[in-house]
């Protein structure tokens, strides 16, 4: 079993910084890619952000240039750096973990960008 637990979303004006934290716990050698969702009211999950175990990065094209995911290994944590907050940001971002034989969900975080 593999457990995820998120952290640091919250109240942001438009044009402010979050940084998010996914951190991992169990059976984490099974996770090989690790992930950021969101999903706003009314609309689908969507992809945010995946990093793989050797630190490769890819990003959904509207959040490119502006979220940096990271991981740091000795803390078994992923982070989802995000800049430039847009309003069509706000959604709950739950963070995903790629592992076999079955995928794990964090219980999500609230990210809200408004004045």
């Known amino acids: 079993q593999v457990q995820l637990v998120e952290s640091g979303g919250g109240l942001v004006q438009p044009g402010g910084s979050l940084r998010l934290a996914c951190a991992a716990s169990?059976?984490?050698?099974?996770?090989?890619?690790t992930g950021w969702y969101r999903q706003a009211p009314g609309k689908q999950r969507e992809l945010v952000a995946t990093?793989?175990?050797?630190?490769?990065?890819d990003y959904e094209i509207s959040v490119e240039g502006r979220f940096t995911i990271s991981r740091d290994n000795a803390k078994n944590t992923v982070y989802l750096q995000m800049n430039s907050l847009k309003p069509e940001d706000t959604a709950v971002y739950y963070c995903?973990?790629?592992?076999?034989?079955?995928?794990?969900w964090g219980q999500g975080t609230q990210v809200t960008v408004s004045s």
């Open positions: 169990g059976s984490i050698v099974r996770i090989y890619r």
């Open positions: 995903h973990a790629e592992a076999y034989p079955q995928d794990y």
């Open positions: 990093i793989t175990n050797g630190g490769y990065a």
